[in-house]
């Protein structure tokens, strides 16, 4: 699983197997204050995304890919925010 936002500033970062991937230091330490310290949710059949969605509901920005489980409705880009 994976999920890359781009985020209001135009700072690009993915959430891989819960953990944030960004070539902005600074960025990558903000996102990583997101993050539950008892990771994600088991109820959770998507937790990349689920990082992705709070991270541009915190910080602004869109998703610009996530990888899909077999629960995630597929929706065309442009609808998933």
């Given at each position: 699983?994976g999920a890359?936002?781009q985020l209001s500033?135009g700072?690009?970062?993915?959430?891989?197997?819960y953990?944030w991937?960004?070539d902005n230091p600074?960025?990558?330490?903000?996102?990583?204050?997101?993050?539950?310290?008892?990771?994600p949710?088991?109820?959770?059949p998507?937790p990349?995304l689920?990082?992705a969605?709070?991270a541009?509901?915190?910080?602004?920005?869109k998703?610009l890919?996530?990888?899909?489980?077999e629960t995630?409705e597929?929706?065309p880009?442009?609808?998933?925010?």
């Open positions: 699983m890359t936002v500033d700072t690009v970062a993915m959430a891989e197997d953990t991937q960004c600074a960025v990558k330490v903000l996102l990583s204050t997101l993050l539950d310290p008892w990771g949710l088991g109820s959770d998507n990349d689920t990082l969605q709070r541009i509901d915190w910080l602004g920005g998703i890919h996530f990888d899909p489980t995630d597929i929706l880009p442009g609808e998933w925010n």
